[in-house]
């Protein structure tokens, strides 16, 4: 019967009117501003400044693709008109608020992006109806807060990303409904603290990203819930110490706690990662190491235990004497990959770890000691003869606090107190006042504090902080004063306090940029966090001139609109400058007269349309990641890269208004490349940048806007490009025949003397006329010349 059916020429006919109906159906209700592709279901509305969702969007589409546009607020059942939507991209639309609701009826979406907008908060039911959801990506917003039950109704999410916001905080219970979980991303926020059920029922997770914030200890309870992760990213996180079992996860294999600034851990903080096969620990102050979990007992204590097969401690200071033996033994009896180098003594510097025998790490006699090992051997022996008395329970914690003595840290977050809390243990070491209501800071209001190396002070209202507030405190490394509210600083703000490293000041109402005299007392300061305040312009010349060995300075989200020139001169040591999301018009050139090591320069989200020659010429030498991405840049000067070369290996463009890119030929050691959301014009103009992508073996996304033939075609894919001349233009003309078919050249290209070797001009007594077409009469001054020549012979 069925077979009768199928094979029937009205069934056929059928079927062929049913889809033909449809397909005019799909074309006849395609927006008038979006792009419809009748074979894929998919249409696109890119950059259209479309306001709402277009309701006449045919509802078999499968695609949607909204990029750009200024939606601002995604109301309840704002996508119900389209049920049958797979993939639909709201990225970088001005959305600021997903209401209740707004994505209930598509229960088919498998993957939804709001990256790139400004959504705070992350209310009750906003993704309820989105059963099949695999993939949520909201990078690049500003989420401040996740309510309860935000995540209920997307229990086959895959992954979750939350990249690039403003987290401070995870609740309990924050991820709750997520039964299918297993990569959760939540780099590049500002995570002070997790709470102990932060991650809890999340049984599927395998990885977890939390690098970039600034977590101060390992949350060993919150990680303790996750059974399932094997992978777990902790780099760039402001930790110095790693206590006993911290790291207590049965399935852990790779543990990321590069960049951080550790300088001690215990043995056995890894006692109960029984699985784990990778520790990176690179770029930390470790000076020595004792073997994990001795000599790796742990690792074959249990059948399924599997061995520690790399340990990577690159970028340490570590000391190649015979308080390292033991762990190179353990390393080379494991064996361990071990990998690092030796910073001295100075007959083994630069030696790597892995090739130092363990004869050769020795302890030279009292009489041979260098200075430093002298003075840690005295201050060892000390600790040995005198041991420090133990404090009574009830002493050295205030009213209303929390101490652990033997970790040496005190916290008394979100109690209220509007004094900064006195009787603290002398040898406290990590002090945590967030969340009180001081308003203002006396001096001295750390009495007796001098070991402290962590303060935080994020979210205590300040308004004002008076001279010497700091002083004292001579160990402080780490000074958080985020989220405050001061617009002004004292030029003796932080005097008595030399020793700080990392200054945090973002968000609070600071409209200029410090002093060099407020920054004076701070001559170790290496990164300056103002993120998130009112400054409006960097002045006067010269302004990082008593902080010399400052290597980051972050100013992201200020009001800044212009830059003096030299306003960075000299900052020899300065590596990343940070001036996204301001109101600059141009790139500052002038401010970049001495940074010798800039490496890394972003300038996204500002509104600059056209960048000049030279524009980055300062700084070509060292520079290596340039961000101009979402700045409406239109044009770019042929000479805008002039001096960037090898050595640059980001260029971000993306999300910009271009239709053509300077040469990037020069730019060979490139890795990484964003063009994506750009108007790009195939021509003959844009053959350049196809050919060097055709010599390149990284990905580029690059998308063809015009002409509107190829419009959505990848840059890589169109042949346009295959009839265009190369770029030193057509080769001579040897016969008539062939000078024809140079006289179709385009007219840009004109010929070169050095290509007219060889080739008998005809005489002409007339005086050449510049052209714009080659003919076979036309001949250049320098083939004139050589004539002339001849015939003087």
């Known amino acids: 019967m069925c077979a009768s059916i199928f094979g029937s020429n009205r069934w056929q006919t059928t079927v062929l009117l049913l889809f033909m109906t449809a397909s005019l159906a799909f074309c006849g209700k395609c927006p008038r501003s979006c792009s419809c592709d009748l074979k894929k279901l998919n249409v696109a509305c890119i950059s259209k400044n479309l306001t709402q969702v277009p309701p006449t969007i045919d509802e078999i589409t499968l695609k949607l693709d909204l990029r750009k546009n200024d939606l601002q607020e995604l109301a309840r059942g704002a996508f119900q008109h389209t049920p049958y939507l797979t993939h639909l991209n709201l990225q970088g639309s001005n959305i600021r608020s997903v209401r209740e609701g707004a994505f209930r009826g598509l229960g088919r979406l498998v993957h939804l992006n709001l990256a790139h907008n400004n959504i705070d908060v992350l209310y009750q039911e906003s993704f309820d109806g989105l059963l099949s959801l695999k993939q949520l990506l909201i990078d690049h917003n500003r989420v401040e807060e996740i309510q309860p039950g935000a995540f209920t109704q997307i229990g086959s999410l895959n992954l979750l990303s ?5 987290l401070v905080y995870i609740p309990n219970m924050a991820f709750q409904g997520l039964l299918n979980i297993q990569w959760l991303k939540l780099s590049h926020n500002s995570l002070n603290n997790l709470a102990t059920e932060a991650f809890a029922s999340l049984f599927t997770l395998t990885r977890l990203s939390l690098d970039h914030n600034e977590l101060q200890f390992f949350p060993t309870q919150t990680m303790t819930r996750l059974v399932e992760v094997t992978r777990l990213d902790m780099s760039y996180n402001p930790m110095i110490y790693l206590g006993e079992e911290a790291v207590s996860m049965p399935k852990l294999t790779h543990l990321y706690l590069d960049h951080m ?3 001690d851990l215990s043995d056995t903080a ?6 784990l096969t990778h520790l990176d620990l690179s770029h930390n102050q470790l000076h020595s190491m004792e073997p994990i979990a001795g000599k790796q007992q742990f690792f074959r204590s249990d059948n399924e235990a599997k061995e520690l097969s790399l340990l990577n401690l690159t970028g340490n200071p570590v000391y190649c004497n015979c308080h390292l033996r033991p762990l190179r033994e353990w390393a080379q009896a494991g064996p361990v990959k071990l990998l690092g180098v030796c910073s001295g003594p100075p007959h083994l510097s630069d030696e790597p770890l892995g090739a130092v025998e363990p004869a050769d790490l020795r302890c030279r006699g009292r009489e041979g000691l260098t200075k430093e090992e002298l003075e840690e051997t005295e201050a060892a022996a000390a600790q040995l003869l005198v041991p420090a008395p133990k404090p009574k329970k009830s002493a050295g914690c205030p009213d209303d606090c929390e101490c652990e003595p033997e970790a040496q840290h005190a916290t008394c977050e979100d109690r209220g107190h509007t004094k ?5 243990l002398k040898n406290t070491s990590l002090l945590d006042l967030r969340g009180n209501h001081f308003h203002n800071l006396p001096s001295n209001s750390f009495r007796g504090l001098a070991d402290v190396v962590s303060l935080h002070l994020d979210r205590c209202k300040i308004r004002e902080i008076e001279s010497g507030a700091f002083r004292g405190m001579k160990d402080l490394l780490y000074l958080y004063l985020s989220d405050n509210d001061l617009t002004a600083l004292e030029p003796d703000t932080f005097a008595g306090a030399p020793q700080i490293t990392y200054l945090h000041l973002d968000g609070n109402r600071l409209t200029q940029f410090p002093s060099a005299a407020t920054l004076a007392p701070m001559p170790s300061l290496l990164e300056l966090y103002l993120d998130r305040n009112a400054i409006s312009k960097l002045e006067p010349a010269g302004m990082l001139s008593s902080v010399k060995m400052l290597r980051a300075l972050h100013l992201t989200n200020n009001s800044i609109d212009s830059v003096v020139a030299k306003a960075f001169d000299p900052a020899p040591h300065l590596d990343k400058l940070h001036l996204q999301g301001n109101k600059l018009t141009e790139v500052p050139t002038k401010a970049f007269g001495n940074l ?4 890394e320069l972003r300038l996204s989200g500002n509104s600059i349309r056209w960048v000049g020659p030279k524009a980055f010429m300062p700084v070509a030498q060292s ?3 340039l961000y101009l991405d979402g700045t ?15 050595g640059l290996l980001t260029l971000s463009l993306g999300g910009n208004q271009l239709e053509g890119l300077p040469s990037l030929s020069a730019l060979t050691g490139l890795q990484e490349v964003n063009l994506a959301d750009n108007p790009l014009l195939c021509d003959c103009s844009l053959s350049p940048l196809r050919k060097w992508m055709d010599n390149v073996s990284l990905k580029v996304s690059a998308t063809c806007a015009a002409p509107t033939e190829l419009q959505g075609q990848s840059v890589r894919e169109v042949s346009v490009f295959q009839t265009c001349p190369g770029d030193d233009g057509p080769s001579p003309p040897k016969s008539p025949t062939k000078a024809k078919s140079a006289a ?5 290209i004109k010929p070169k003397p050095a290509l007219l070797k060889g080739v008998k001009p005809k005489p002409s007594k007339a005086k050449p006329r510049p052209v714009e077409r080659p003919k076979p009469s036309a001949v250049p001054k320098e083939a004139k010349k050589i004539k002339k020549t001849k015939k003087t012979q």
């Open 162 to 166: 939350l990249t690039h916001n403003r």
């Open 420 to 424: 900064v809390p006195q009787g603290f």
């Open 261 to 263: 600034s550790l300088q």
């Open 744 to 748: 179709k050249t385009p007219k840009k």
């Open 270 to 275: 890894l006692a109960n990662a029984p699985l």
């Open 632 to 646: 409406g840049l239109a044009k770019m000067s042929k000479d805008s890269l002039a001096g960037l070369g090898s």
């Open 596 to 599: 010798p090591l800039l490496r």
């Open 623 to 625: 520079l290596q990641h």
